[in-house]
């Protein structure tokens, strides 16, 4: 999915200062190149998708090698070409501070999108500037990013602990589906509940309710690359 190829997808950077985030600040007293690479040496390679700035000074991003050097668009275009048909959707009426941790998962997935429901601001501090990399829409209630889904052919799953849920455990996700997480404290609202096809629960086993809402979009979006990625194609971890 390229950005812009829908009315409302945003790149994340489009809000951002453009600064700085928070895995390109050097340590105290640490050169930038320390934190990445330095500056390339020569020759310059002379594909396009290189930075001719992070050429010369060197890449401090949070960025895996194979894309040392690249512009940002670059990166996302090589991204689009394989990212997952997963979408993730987490309710902001309430200002969770959880949803920088879901879009950084969703990053480390491959996922298509992350659709902001309710508020369009957010915290993207707990995203670690993977939101530049990220594609983002925001929709201003459930139904919005309900009618979403249903043209765009996804199979709407709810994730919560309610009466009637199913254990993702042993359910086997729809692969063209829009995993929907309500916030920390409240949960689904009932629009949310009521209009989505499956709603799964994770196993628990301890004294708490619940668990933190990005950890459980961890949880599931795993569940749902168990089920449906070629693992062959994860970036190689050695």
């Known amino acids: 999915m390229a950005a812009g190829s829908e009315p409302g997808l945003l790149q994340a950077e489009q809000d951002h200062t453009g600064g700085p985030g928070p895995t390109e600040w050097p340590s105290a007293g640490q050169p930038a190149a320390l934190m990445g690479v330095g500056p390339h040496p020569p020759p310059w390679p002379t594909d396009s998708r290189y930075d001719p700035e992070l050429l010369a000074t060197g890449d401090s991003r949070n960025v895996i090698d194979r894309y040392r050097y690249w512009r940002r668009d670059a990166i996302v275009a090589d991204l689009d070409t394989r990212r997952h048909p997963l979408h993730v959707a987490i309710e902001n009426f309430g200002h969770d501070m959880n949803i920088g941790t879901v879009?950084?998962?969703?990053?480390a997935f491959a996922v298509a999108a992350v659709h902001i429901v309710g508020r369009r601001r957010w915290n993207r501090r707990g995203a670690m500037v993977?939101?530049?990399y990220q594609h983002l829409q925001h929709h201003p209630d459930v139904e919005s990013v309900l009618a979403f889904a249903q043209v765009a052919g996804l199979v709407v799953v709810a994730?919560?602990?309610l009466p009637g849920s199913v254990p993702i455990e042993t359910t086997e996700l729809p692969r063209n589906c829009l995993l929907l997480f309500g916030q920390e404290s409240s949960g689904l609202t009932p629009a949310?509940?009521?209009?989505?096809?499956?709603?799964?629960s994770i196993a628990q086993f301890g004294s708490t309710r619940s668990i933190n809402a990005g950890v459980a979009a961890g949880i599931a979006m795993h569940t749902w690359i168990r089920q449906h990625a070629d693992l062959r194609a994860a970036w190689p971890t050695g």
Do not use: K
């Open 130 to 132: 993977t939101d530049r």
């Open 159 to 161: 994730v919560d602990n």
């Open 192 to 200: 949310a509940r009521h209009h989505a096809a499956l709603t799964v």
């Open 103 to 107: 879009v950084r998962t969703a990053n």
